[in-house]
C-alpha cells in the first residue's frame, strides 16, 4: 500500500517537473537578468550595512537593524518558495505558508517603527528603507533564478 502511495506520488511529481521543464524553457532567466538580480541584491544589503557601520547609533540599535534585515531576507525567499512551490502543486502546509507571510510583513513593519523612532535625518531613514526594500526584492528575484536554473539543469 505504502509502494503504491510512493510510486503514484513519484509519478505525479515526474510528470509535474516534465511540464515544469517544457514550460521554463520558454521563460527561461537570461544571464542579464540573473546578473542583475545578484548586483541588486548586493548593492542592497552592502550599502545598507555600510549605512550600518557608518551611523552614528549605539550598537544594540546596529544590531536591531542588522537582525531586521536578515531576518526580512530570510522570510521573503521563504514566501517565494512556498508561492512557487503551491503553484507548482507542490504540497507547503498553510501553517508554514501563513509564518512565511508573517515573518515577512512583521520584517517590514518593524524596520518602519524603528526608523519611525529613530533620531535620524529623514534622508537617512530614506536610505535604510530603500536598501532594505531593494534587498527584499532582489533576493525574491535571485531566488526565483536559482530556482528556475536548478529545475533547468535536472
Not at 509535474?16 to 521563460?27: F, R, Y
Not at 525567499?77 to 502546509?93: L, N, P
Amino acid at each position: 500500500m505504502s509502494t503504491e502511495k510512493f510510486t503514484t506520488t513519484y509519478e505525479v511529481k515526474s510528470e509535474t517537473s516534465k511540464e515544469m521543464k517544457q514550460m521554463n524553457n520558454i521563460l527561461k532567466p537570461t544571464p542579464a537578468f540573473i546578473g542583475a538580480s545578484w548586483v541588486a541584491l548586493g548593492i542592497g544589503v552592502i550599502t545598507y550595512c555600510i549605512g550600518l557601520w557608518n551611523a552614528e547609533m549605539q550598537l544594540s540599535e546596529k544590531g536591531y537593524y542588522f537582525t531586521l534585515i536578515l531576518f526580512g531576507l530570510f522570510s521573503v525567499v521563504s514566501v517565494q518558495k512556498s508561492v512557487r512551490d503551491r503553484a507548482e502543486g507542490i504540497e507547503v502546509t498553510d501553517l508554514y505558508y501563513g509564518i512565511s507571510w508573517f515573518a515577512t510583513i512583521i520584517s517590514i513593519v518593524l524596520l518602519v517603527i524603528g526608523l519611525r523612532n529613530a533620531e535620524l535625518l529623514l534622508s537617512e531613514k530614506g536610505f535604510y528603507g530603500m536598501a532594505f526594500t531593494l534587498s527584499l526584492f532582489s533576493a525574491i528575484a535571485v531566488q526565483k533564478n536559482t530556482r528556475d536554473s536548478k529545475l533547468l539543469k535536472d
